[in-house]
Each structure stands twice: as C-alpha cells, then as structure tokens.
C-alpha cells in the first residue's frame, strides 16, 4: 500500500504556495459548492471532530500564521476568523476546514458490515475525481469505480483490515505522482470537462511541448479521530512543471525509469499515451546531461534515502 508511519507533528504541511490554493479553494467553494464540499448528516459529528482537531493543531504547529481564540481560530496571513464553536456553525465543517489548509479532505465512517463510506469531503483541488462522484461510496467503490490498477488482487483486502486496525496515535502517509498536460491545480484540462457526465484521461498523443508538461503528487496522510471514531483523509497535492522537477540531481533518470516500468493498466490509468513519447525524450536527454556533467550514478542509493 505503499503507508509509511509519520510523526503527529508532520500531519498537515504548508508552504509558500498557500495563497494561490487559498484563493482557488475559496473561488471553487464559491461556483461549485456541494458539488466539491458536502457532509452527510451522520458525519456532521467526525467533520466538526476534524475542524476541532485542526483547530487545536495548527496554530500549536505553525504559530506564527494561526492564532487560537476562544471560539475557534484565526488565519493571521489571510486575516479570516472562524468560530468553530456556533451551532449551527456558518458554513459546512469541511468548507471551514478546507479552507484552513492547503490539503483536500475527506471523512470515513465505519459502517455495521465493517465498510468504510465516505460521507464528508472538502475536495476542492482533486485535478481528476469528483467528489460528486464518489460521494457515499465504500472504500472499494470509490477505487473500482475509477478503475485503480490492480485494486481487487494487490490492495482491497490489506486497504480494509488496514482501516479496521487503525489506532487513533499512528498517523500514516502514503504519495502518489501524475503527469498532466496541464496547469490545472482545481481541476486538470486532460480530463475534459469537469460537469461533462463521465471523465477520463485523454488518450491521443498532444504531442505539446515539455514546458507544458507537469508533475502531480499527492501527500495523503490518514488517521483515526479519537472520539468519533472516523477516518481523517488528507490530500495534500503538489503541482511542479517538468522541466523543475528534472533539475534535481537524478530525478530525470528515476522518472524516466519509474514511467517505462508501468505496465498496460497503470499506463492507460495515468495516461501515459497522452505525454510519454515527449515526457521520455525530455528526461533522457536531462539524464544524460547529468550523467556528463559527472553525476555519480554509484551514489543514488544513498541519495534516494532521504528523507525517508
Ligand atoms: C490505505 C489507504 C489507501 C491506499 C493504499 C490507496 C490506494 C490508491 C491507489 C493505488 C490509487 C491509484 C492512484 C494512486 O496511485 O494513488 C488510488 C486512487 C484513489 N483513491 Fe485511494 N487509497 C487509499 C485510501 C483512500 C481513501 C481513504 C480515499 C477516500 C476518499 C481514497 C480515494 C481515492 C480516489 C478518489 C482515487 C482516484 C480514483 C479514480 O481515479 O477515480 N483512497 N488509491
């Protein structure tokens, strides 16, 4: 499944970017509301746990952007205060907690046959699912219905004890990567239209120029909330043009090599017929320039280890 554990501290992340995912957030809360943030009424109680939970984290780990009060929290950069403490609270618990942080968000609840369903989300910067779409679903609808590469064989059963076991002091991370085609950090382009009735990734060659190419990651963490018992799911997506990504001291040769190692399903599940013929050149050629510029290929592994 690719977890590893990390350290409550590290649990959301923030950097310099905050505005530009604040003011898209705040823009795609407002044209696309319950479309992209909604709470199911038998999740209201874990939504407000995980906006008490963020409340009390965030200015104790980043106390020179938040500040708490008594009723709730302020933003100190953004100037917004939020009472988290009114009933009923003024907008719905994950808009205000999605609008805290950078991350997408999302609320498991343990269901009387064991499934886990999601029913709270504040999925504003997913660039390729809607939460419109898989609203309500089980843990393994919300995979198969988006056909997740070898979801049913390699990752549905050790994905379901996994969310049974979970103790609420481990928190867990697990990061994926993209390419698109695109800019598009809300929403991606390649996918088409975003209220089009079904999306998918484009399959014809854009043949575009590498400038034009992107690397999308996401940082997902996952806990246990303590009182209510409910999955928190965060989404932390990061959004790096290609040729920033290849500047880095082996990255290229790694990309290149991790692209040319998918097989037919995770190729047509990440698109790779869009962007891999002018994706692969790009970083080969950059490889090679590393590589005569003196870059030590013995040394990777050492290097690769950081910082975990
Ligand atoms: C143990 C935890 C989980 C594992 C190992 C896992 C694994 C995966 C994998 C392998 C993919 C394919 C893309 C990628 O490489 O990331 C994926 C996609 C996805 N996952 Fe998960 N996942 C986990 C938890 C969750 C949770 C809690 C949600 C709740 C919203 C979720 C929602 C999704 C969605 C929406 C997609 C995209 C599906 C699509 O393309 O339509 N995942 N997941």
Same mark, same amino acid.
């Given at each position: 499944m690719g977890l590893r554990t990390v350290h409550p501290h590290?649990?959301?992340? !923030?950097?310099?970017e905050f505005p530009k995912y604040h003011a898209e957030?705040?823009?795609?809360?407002?044209?696309?509301? @319950?479309?992209?943030?909604?709470?199911?009424?038998?999740?209201?109680d874990a939504a407000i746990e995980l906006l008490e939970e963020l409340t009390? $984290?965030?200015?104790?780990? $980043?106390?020179?952007? $938040?500040?708490?009060?008594?009723?709730?929290? @302020?933003?100190?950069?953004s100037g917004e205060s939020f009472n988290v403490v009114e009933r009923p609270l003024r907008e719905d618990p994950m808009a205000i907690c999605g609008r805290l942080v950078q991350d997408d !968000?999302?609320?498991?609840?343990?269901?009387p046959d064991g499934q886990y369903r999601l029913l709270a989300g504040s999925i504003l910067l997913a660039g390729f699912w809607r939460l419109s779409d898989k609203f309500g679903m089980t843990l393994s609808d919300v995979h198969t219905s988006g056909d997740v590469p070898h979801f049913r064989e390699k990752?549905?059963?050790?994905?379901?004890?996994?969310?049974?076991r979970m103790k609420c002091d481990t928190f867990h991370a697990r990061n994926n990567y993209f390419f698109q085609? @695109?800019?598009? !950090?809300?929403?991606?382009?390649?996918?088409?239209?975003?209220?089009?009735?079904?999306?998918a990734r484009g399959t014809a060659p854009t043949e575009k120029a590498i400038e034009h190419h992107w690397f999308r990651s996401e940082r997902q963490t996952l806990r246990r909330l303590p009182k209510t018992r409910a999955v928190a799911f965060t989404i932390r997506t990061y959004l790096v043009p290609v040729t920033e990504m290849a500047k880095e001291p082996y990255v290229p040769g790694r990309l290149a090599s991790a692209v040319r190692s998918w097989d037919e399903l995770v190729s047509s599940y990440?698109?790779?017929?869009? $962007?891999?013929?002018? !994706?692969l050149d790009f970083l080969d050629e950059k490889h090679k320039e590393q590589v005569d510029d003196g870059l030590d290929l013995e040394k990777e592994d050492e290097v690769r280890k950081y910082p975990w």
């Open positions: 590290g649990w959301i992340e !923030l950097d310099n957030k705040a823009a795609r809360i407002e044209e696309r509301g @319950d479309k992209c943030v909604k709470t199911a009424p038998e999740a209201l009390a $984290y965030l200015p104790a780990r $980043y106390p020179s952007l $938040y500040k708490r009060t008594r009723e709730g929290i @302020d933003n100190l950069w !968000l999302a609320v498991l609840l343990e269901q990752l549905e059963t050790s994905m379901n004890k996994f969310f049974r085609v @695109d800019d598009g !950090l809300g929403w991606s382009s390649s996918m088409g239209d975003e209220d089009a009735q079904k999306v990440k698109g790779k017929e869009e $962007y891999a013929a002018v !994706l």
